[in-house]
């Protein structure tokens, strides 16, 4: 769920590529995940013209996915290349990751406790769940592919990925080739698919969220860096009509759903979003990379592991019954709660990013350090 856009060394001088628009992407994504899990599970009312929340604002995990591996690939693309690369690279990817997602896990144990959303320690799998989990091997297991941390399936995905892309980037290095994998990757995923096919409970829950399943997106992201190497040194009236012309047709997907059912209107989502992410790119314009966005940008972490928390937690206290019942109608009650809901949820987020995020990316850089001057 992050990415980093690493800094690319050369004879003793750091050249930083700065792409705020994937910040503004990661940030959008965040609060469309936020907003549909608000509505999903506190079973908000919402008004009916807001009813593409409820049935679509899920897209911002492919979309988190796509951006992910674009901004790997910024980062990482030839730089590469030998056992200390290698594990500079894996040690950046865990320290983005750990720090946060195990005080997390530490934050859920007494709730788990309170609760018993988990009836831990009592459940048979309770043991299993923290140990997979802490160990990011989650996403490899059927019986704990959901992770202890509640939404954190997609860290799963997320660290899987991490673990092959150092063989992706050294084996896709061209848009040709991306295509090609690209293609590769959709005929596995209709396998993929047909495989799982009228399974139920954890087996049913292993193909829906394992990395193969979902690896159409970061292909698509895979394929779109490549697409920006290619356009990155043209007009940036390119990458504005290529943003707007992803943008019209994310619109008409969402007005018009059925025409692409099942595998083909994912292929389209993530075709559509890797085409925003290339145009953002080229083209960052201000009224979509704004300030806040890119603030909110760096804590899409925070924001994306602590919204189950806060949501259950408003939830449990009343406050968006008490809410809806202030004011009459959808639409008031729900842009309340939208608020309320954010107010609690991004000081939360922002703190969590300085004091835990931001000291594991300064640990990974000491380390890294210490890596040069050694060698």
């Not at 848009?175 to 993929?192: D, E, G, M």
């Not at 899409?300 to 206290?317: I, T």
């Not at 009459?328 to 842009?335: H, R």
């Not at 608020?339 to 987020?349: E, G, N």
Request: charged share 10%; with cysteine.
């Amino acid at each position: 769920m992050n990415i980093e856009i690493r800094p690319v060394l050369t004879e003793n001088k750091t050249a930083r590529i700065d792409l705020p628009g994937l910040l503004a992407m990661r940030c959008y994504a965040a609060l469309s995940i936020v907003l549909f899990h608000m509505v999903w599970l506190t079973k908000l009312e919402i008004p009916d013209y807001l009813g593409f929340v409820r049935s679509h604002f899920g897209y911002g995990v492919p979309l988190f996915f796509i951006v992910s591996a674009f901004g790997l690939c910024v980062g990482y693309s030839g730089k590469i290349g030998s056992r200390d690369d290698l594990r500079e690279y894996y040690l950046r990817r865990f320290l983005r990751i750990a720090p946060l997602f195990y005080f997390m896990m530490a934050f859920y144990f007494p709730l788990y406790w309170m609760f018993g959303a988990a009836q831990f320690p009592t459940s048979p799998f309770a043991l299993g769940y923290v140990v997979s989990s802490a160990l990011f091997i989650f996403n490899l297991t059927p019986q704990y592919v959901t992770g202890y941390v509640m939404a954190s399936w997609t860290i799963g995905i997320e660290m899987a990925f991490y673990a092959i892309l150092p063989l992706l980037i050294f084996a896709v290095t061209d848009l040709t080739r991306s295509l090609i994998f690209l293609a590769v990757v959709v005929f596995v995923t209709v396998s993929w698919d047909a495989a799982f096919q009228g399974t139920t409970g954890p087996i049913a829950a292993f193909g829906g969220y394992s990395l193969v399943g979902h690896m159409v997106n970061f292909a698509a992201g895979i394929a779109g860096y490549h697409v920006w190497l290619k356009l990155r040194q043209t007009s940036p009236l390119i990458g504005q009509t290529l943003f707007c012309a992803s943008l019209l047709v994310i619109v008409g997907l969402i007005v018009f759903p059925a025409y692409l059912p099942g595998l083909g209107g994912r292929v389209a989502w993530a075709m559509a979003f890797a085409g925003a992410v290339v145009g953002i790119s080229l083209y960052p314009t201000t009224w979509f990379v704004n300030p806040v966005a890119k603030t909110l940008g760096n804590a899409s972490f925070s924001l994306y592991l602590w919204h189950p928390v806060v949501l259950v937690g408003l939830e449990r206290c009343g406050l968006y019954r008490a809410i809806y019942s202030a004011f009459s109608g959808a639409s008031v009650p729900f842009f309340v709660s939208t608020i309320c809901t954010l107010a609690v949820l991004i000081p939360l987020a922002l703190v969590s990013y300085r004091y835990i995020e931001r000291p594991g990316m300064g640990l990974a850089k000491r380390f890294s350090r210490r890596s040069l001057a050694g060698g």
